[in-house]
Structure formats: C-alpha cells, structure tokens
C-alpha cells in the first residue's frame, strides 16, 4: 500500500490520544493503560520473565503475502467488539471464555457507553489452507469523532470490516466510516451482525448496502458474533478478499508511527506499520521529524498484549520501545528509518484540531489544584485536548478546553470524574469562530489575515473585519421515512442547508445536512433524537469555515455588562439566544430590594429584556416559642451565601445562576 | 475552629477588660451592673404539646394525644421548672408564657401548679404577664376564667380566620363565631390584655377579603394583634395540597400587598406596630415577646422548648442555647430521671449573641438603642460596627435602614425586608468582630512580651 492513497484523509487526520498512563495504580482497573490488563493480574516480574518464552514466533515466516492488515468499523452498538472478542478466541489470542466482553475496550467509558475511544492493535495466527497467515487487527474507535483514530487505524491497514446491525440497518456512522474507508481506497466487507436475533432482517440490511454503498449484496457476510456463527467465513474472507500490504523485505528499512502510548516505567511505546524492510532489537534507529537517533531496546507484536521478538518485518504492524522519553519524540505520523539508510520521510499526519470548546472550572476554588492535576494528566497523551488557561470572575480560575467534537467532550468529561473523581462545572460549549481583516495594517498588527476567536472578548469589531467566518460541518442523518418531516423543519430552524435526501430502502431515508457546528454543539442530538422517538441517529465530518453574519451579544444587568456571558451569536438566532438567556437568568438571580433589568443587548440595541420585580416584602413572621435557631441559621447561611456572591453594579448573583445560565443542560 | 477559638478568648478578654475599666470610670460600672442584671432575670417559657388534632399548615411540635396523661405531664413541668430556674440562679421571672401545642387543653390546675413552682424558686411579681394561648373552641372558653384564676392575666387567642371555610381548611377545631365569643370573654377577664392571632395569605384569599375580615376583626378584638403570614412548611398537608395543585395560595406579590395593607389599616386604627407582626394600642405590647426581641434571657420548659440563658448554676458564664427533648414520652422519662429534658445546649461565642441581639432586635419598629446594644458590645458601637460599610451606607442612603443618635432600626418601609437586610448587616457584624478580636490579640501580645512577670 502506498500512503499517497491515504493522502486525502490526511486532512482529517489528527492526532488523538486518550489518557493511558496511571500506570503507578494498578488497581485501578479502568484507568490503567489497556495492554497491561493481563499483565497487571500477575507480578510485574513474572510479567517479565514469561516474555522469554514467547520469543520464539518468527515473524522472518511471514512475509507481506502472509500479512494482512485489516480494521473493524461500524455504529455504536452493532457489535464490533464482539466479533473482535470471537476473532481473538477463535485465533488463540486468548481463551475462549464466557468473560470475553469487549476484550480490547479498557477504559470504564469505553464500556459503559459501548464506544471504543482508542483504537488497538491485536496480531492474530491464523492457517489457511495449509499456509500460516498474520491477521492484523486494528480495533478502531466507532465515532467520527475519533475520525482521526479511524483513520490512523486504516492507514495501517488494506481492508476494513464493515458491520452492520441485521435489525437496525445502516446508521449514520456506518455512512460516515464507510466512506472513510472508500477513499482510503480499503478492500471493504461487509459483514452483517446479530442475525440470531429475532427481528433480523438480513435481506433489507442487504439491498441498503447494495443501495448506499454499492456493494453486491452477494458480498455480505451474514454472522452473529456474540453466538460465533460464521465467523470463521470472516478470516477465510480476510485472507481471500483484502489484499496483502504492498512492502518488500529487501528495501531499506521504513516504519511509519501510527499511535504511541505512554509507559512510566519504560518510556515511550510506539505502535509502528512497517512499510520496508525489517527492524530488530539493538538497531539504531532515526525518527524523521526531530532527527534523533535511538536503539531499538524492545520490539514485538500486540496479542494484544505485548508479546515481544527479536523482529520484525516488512508489511507487519507491531510496537517498539527504543527510550524515547517524552510523548513528543513519537510523533504520530512519524516515520522511523535506520540510521546508515535514511528513507524519503512518509508524508505524516496533520495535528487535531479542537472544534468545540467549554470552560471548565473546579465546584470550589479549594479544588483547583485537583482538578489541574487531573486535567494534566488526562491530557497527557492526548494532544488533541487544547487547554487554555482561563478565568471567571463568577466561576474564578478555570481552563477553557478544545476538544474535537462533541463526543470527545464527553468522554473527557466523563473520564475526568469518573477516573479521577473530579467535579466539575462544565460551561455550555461554544465553537471556534474566525474574523478576516480588512486592512492590510491589521493583518500586518496581528501577523494574519484570518484570527480564530475563542473567546467572545476578543471578538473584533465588525468595522475593522471585511468578514466573519463560522465553522461548519456535513450531518448525516438517518432516520425512518415517517421522521421526514419534523427532522427537516428541526434542521431548518438550525440554519441547515439541505445537500441530498435518499431512501436506502423503502422506510429509511438518509438526508445529508450543511450545519453551522455551533448549531448543534448543545442540543441538536438529544432533540433530534426525541422527535425520532430514539430512531434517527446522527453524525458529522467538518466541513470547512464559511462567512457568517455574527455578532457580539452582551447580556446587562441594570444596564452593567455582565462579561462572563457576553457571547459570539448568528445575527438570525440573537433575538432567541438572546431572549432564551434572560429567561434562564430571571429564573436563577434572587429577587432583590430593587427591580433588575436582565438584558440582552447588540451593541447599545437591546433585543431582549426580562425584568425582576422588586421584592415587596421578606420578613418572616413569628419566631415560635423563642425559637430562633432555625431563623439564624438561614440568614447566617444568606450570609455566608453573600460573600460569594457575584456583584454586577449593585445586583447580587448567586454562583448558581451563572451556574444554571452557562452550564450545559442536563440530558 | 480557629475564630472560635479566639472568639473565646475574646470573651475571656472583655470580661478582662471590663473589670479592668471597672476601677476607673462610673459609667461601665453601670453596664456591668446591667449585665449582671440581665443574667439575674428571665422570662419563662412553657410549652404544652398537645392538640385534639392536626392544623393542616402547622409543623411545629405537637402530638395528638392518645391517652390521658395531664397528671404525670403537669409533674414534670413542675420539675423542669424546677431544675432550669435552679440552673439558671435568676432571682425574678419577668414573664410567662404557655404556648404550645395547645395549651388550653391543660387543666387550670396544670397552670397554677407550674405558676406555683415558679414562685418558689424565683421571684414572681402580680405585675408579671402570664400569657396563655387559647384555642377559641367552647371548651376552651369555659376556661378561660379558671385560668384566670390560675394566675394567668393575657390571652393570645388563635383566631386565624373569620371565614369559616378558611378555618376548615386549616384543619381549625372552632368557628368564627366561637372565636368572636371567646374574645369577648377573653376581654371580659383580661380587659386590654387580650391578643389575637390571624393569618393571612390563605390559600384562596384575596386583598379585598383580608381587608374585609381585618375590618370585622377590628371591631371585636381588644388591644394587641399579631398577624402572620401563612407559611408552608414542608412536611404538613397544605404543602403537600399546594405541591399537588389542589390547593393554591396567594403569589408572593399578593401576600406583600395584605400586609402592607394590613399595617396600614392596623395604624389608622391606633394600632402601633411594635414588630414585624405585631401591633399595640393604649401600649398593650407583649412584654414576653418583648423580652425575645431584646435579647434577654428566657428559659424554655416543656418537650421542645428553646432557652437562651447562663447556666449559673453549673458554673457556667457565657449564655447557651438550649433545646429540650421533642418527643413528649421521651422528655417525660428524662425529666423523670435527671429533673430536665435538655437535649441540646451550645454555648454562644461574643459574636453569636451579637447576632442573636441583632436578628431580634431589628425587627422591632423602634430597632437597637445605641444602650441595648453597649449592654451586650461595650467594647464596639453600633455606628463603629455599621458606619464604615458601603453595603450598609446603600441601605441607609435608600431610606430603609436608619442608624442615628437613637440607634439602628428599620424604617417603615424597610421593616418589610428586614430579611434582606439582615444579612449584610450579619455580614458586617463578623467582619468587624473579627478585625477587633485580632487587635485585642496583637495588643494582648504585645503586653505580655513587654511586661515579663
């Protein structure tokens, strides 16, 4: 395989890693980097000493045309870590035992939510006909999302998996994976999952591939994974109909770094597709992009546990230790070449870029330092998380984060407190805009023609920018035909443009939607899912920046701007935001001696007002039987309350209203 | 832990320097005999706990009575009264007041047992008020005048509501009518001193019939009215009929509006309002409550009784506030076995009774007297405390509070929202304690450093 065939994925290429370190706890389960799972349940030294005996594999009787590099993709839920459970019993990689449950998802999220966050690697032995193959396995995240993850994966690989529920049909990641793969130009299978159950209906699943895909129905593999049946036609058709890589053991040697982890004990541990050539222990190696020259101290294939050999070789994927010391020396998209035979570098990938962005700040100020530690180290190997330093003067010292999507989000959020059990106020996300100058003075002040704006302070003025650009994004969305309607006037209403509406079958329409990202960073997903009563599903690939009529919204309270909730809106959705932020403030901010005016404000223009009476009368009555205890102890904790209090002019508000005004709604 | 810890010795400090001052000027001599004073006298609270049946809006403690234990109820009473006023070492009980519960379940007798022991432990002056809350039932108007006899000399009478349909919804045992009755007998017993409840902000009033009612009211009762908002408590039947939506009451707009309304009517009548909810003519105020609202000492008898008083007794010198026993089986078996039934008791720091003096004196119309408040903060004045605070200057400047050569109080219109005002003040107050405690300790420092004995 050449990477010039990967090439246009490069764009969305990205770099992405979820936290894999707290090697140091090794009771913590969920947390702790997934290749050490079966190691972790022994002493480390026996670990270590077994891997003598695993060294006799000679990877030297696999060459390319005994190799095949393969993923597996598909939607949430439709069983992809199944038939990876099935594929690793099947091939001996590990026992067949009923606790096999999504073997290569680690972490806590991972399994509770049925996503796969990090793409793994796991090589299988498997005879065919006499002859012994390597089966590379590259288990890959199912969202778009983890695009970038998906993509690393399939560069590394010539054919995909592509598996489809029997019941549900195809789904709006099945599209989106799908065609990750297409212009990779990967051998694809479809394979079609959980025949066993009762409303499968494996001929519909059929024609939609036929329909959507182009893919002769004859060419799908109908299995159930979680019972076994047929998959063994699924490693027959691995070795038949996905070509092997294309790398010859007499070229000098030439890896490319397509994912590394972080080991503290051990450094850095890269996961490399060899491409030319062979590698063994001991060999001086040059990495590409920093020119540093390291040896070789360990190599070898994941089982997907570490399973070291002297070895390896042209058109096999494994991973490789060689004392590099910080994440940064392994480069994703690196190439690796040996240090007497420097190779043309491969043409790498392009680093992530976050797409939708929330402060975060600590419950209480006392835990910021927690709450720091905790951030950093989630986002030690994951260079995708941008993190800025930020600060409120309602929600005091905090970050504002990068992430890139929605999904990403969560799962950091979710892994923030479920893994380091850390509580956080999470703002409602906004998106990247960008502002073009107008005069070449400007763009030679700010050294750019284009800013991007993060945060709405720095907003620039419309007189100085010629004009303003919005991130957006291509939606897909599927849905039952009699959805049609109410999805198509909720996309309306989101500033969506219409791109293409097909039926994959008769009931099932597929519609392809131009967003404005910021249109569905917060609601979108849940709404469309309750207006579909559950059954449209939804995904999105960025698209591009386009021009947009934004404007800069400041929310007053008597007439005082209230900074922490000035925000970059649509000029056509500032008079509902505007007004939908008032109401959430009227509701959260006390009543007071004096009336409030809440406001929502273009310029000097208000577009929005709600007001707050003025309280008449607050006296409680009757002190009963001299019992003033519980009185005191509500007007100390007003007191105490007081103190925290945010005060714009002279209006108080409360930290809770901030709270409820930025904070993400509740699902 | 820390600032209790100096409030501690603040207390221990002032106490110092009192003394210390003591020798030189006259006037401090003064206030430390006032101080004294305070803690030599008390009034005394007397709580009944139980009804013939459950008000649908009441959460306080109370408990329907299964069976007759007047007997055994009326001797530990007796006990506790005993026991507190020993406790306590005052010399003269300045007040008491039957509450409950409802008290007029009591056998007079019960009355004149506890009147009885109080005389024996403490001075009880004739003059003294005796109040008693009376259900305004038959019953408990046939009474009336042997509780009179009993030594009682002021009646509160729970009327509520004129509207029968009102009272109903209450969960009210009397009629309107039974309650007119029983405040003409009242009166005819305790002329000018007869007081009587009403509630306002009942689910399905409006301003017009609250001003209506407060009109036919003003036509019978005698010279002292309070008048309290409905609240809901969460527990009772009417909060859970409002949550439910079968019943509703008032917005918040609406209940400011009967009050206001209710204060001004109250006034054209010679009604003075002499606190939040309650009004006086011909200077029929309620000296129990008084007390309350000045900060002085009160001991609390009976289950779930509240006292803030010096346990003299123990040896103890700072005030404490004391709850008893709620349940009334289980305070009965205390009091059985130890002479009281006291369940809680916390020792309040200087800056707690500050508070405690503040929250309760503020909410009388004619506020803190730059006096009251030396008795208990010589060393830190009212204008020293309130005077330097821009919140408070807000306050001042909008007319609602008033901080002059008589002291600090509320206006007319502030008195309204006290509640909102309170906190700033409470605010202030520990800010400024606070900075006072830490001089002290700096120039207490500095003394002993200097002066090595």
Known sequence: MSLSLVSPLLRRVLQFKMCRRKMQSWNNMSCTLWRHRWMKRMPVFKAMSTHTDKENIDLSKFPAHRIRNFCIIAHIDHGKSTLADRLLEMTGAIAKTEKNKQVLDKLQVERERGITVKAQTASLFYSHQGEQYLLNLIDTPGHVDFSYEVSRSISACQGVLLIVDANQGIQAQTVANFYLAFEAQLAIIPVINKIDLKNADPERVESQIEKVFDIPREECIRISAKLGTNVENILQAVVNRIPPPVASIDDPFKALVFDSNFDHYRGVVANIAVFGGRVKKGDRIVSAYLGKTYEVNELGLLRPDEHPTQKLFAGQVGYIIAGMKDVKEAQIGDTLYLQEQPVEALPGFKPAKAMVFAGMYPMDQSEYQGLRSAIERLTLNDSSVTVQRDSSLALGAGWRLGFLGLLHMEVFNQRLEQEYNASVIVTAPTVPYKAVFSSAKLIKEHGSEEITIVNPAHFPDRSVVSEYLEPMVLGTILAPDSYTGKIMSLCLNRRAVQKNMVYIDDQRVMMKYLFPLNEIVVDFYDLLKSLSSGYASFDYENAGYQAADLIKMDILLNGRRVEELTMIVHRDSAYSTGKAMCERLKDSIPRQMFEIAVQAAIGSKVIARETIKAFRKNVLAKCYGGDITRKMKLLKKQAEGKKKMRLIGSVEVPKDAFINVLKRKDK | MIRHACLTVRRVLSVGLRCFSHVSTGE???????????????????????????????????????????????????????????????????????????????????????LETVSRQANLSDQAEVTLEVNPTPVGMSKLEDYCRAGVNRFSIGVQSLQDEDLNILGRDHSSHQALQTIEEARRLCPGRVSVDVMFGRPKQSVESWEDELSELLRVCDDHVSLYQLTLERGTQLFKQVQGGQVTVPAEDVTAEMYQCARRTLDQHGFLQYEVSNFARHNAVSHHNMSYWKGRQYIGVGPGAHGRFVPLGDGGVTREARTQTLEPDVWIREVQQRGHGTRRKIQLSHLELLEEVLVMGMRMSEGISHKHWELFSPQLGLCEVFGTSTEVQELLQSGRLILDDRGLRCSWDGLALLDSMLPALLVELERQICQQLQKDCHVDAKKKTSNPR
């Open chain 2, 28 to 114: 401090i001599i003064e206030d430390e005999f006032e101080w004294t004073h305070l803690s030599r006298q008390a009034s005394l609270y007397v709580h009944w706990p139980y009804c013939l049946r459950r008000c649908s809006y009441c959460n306080f403690n109370k408990y329907i009575s299964r069976q007759s234990n007047e007997h055994i109820m009326t001797e530990c009473l007796q006990k506790e009264t005993e026991s507190l006023l020993q406790l306590s070492q005052v010399s003269s009980i300045t007040s008491v007041f039957f509450g409950g519960g409802t008290p007029s379940l009591a056998h007079p007798s019960t009355i004149a047992a506890v």
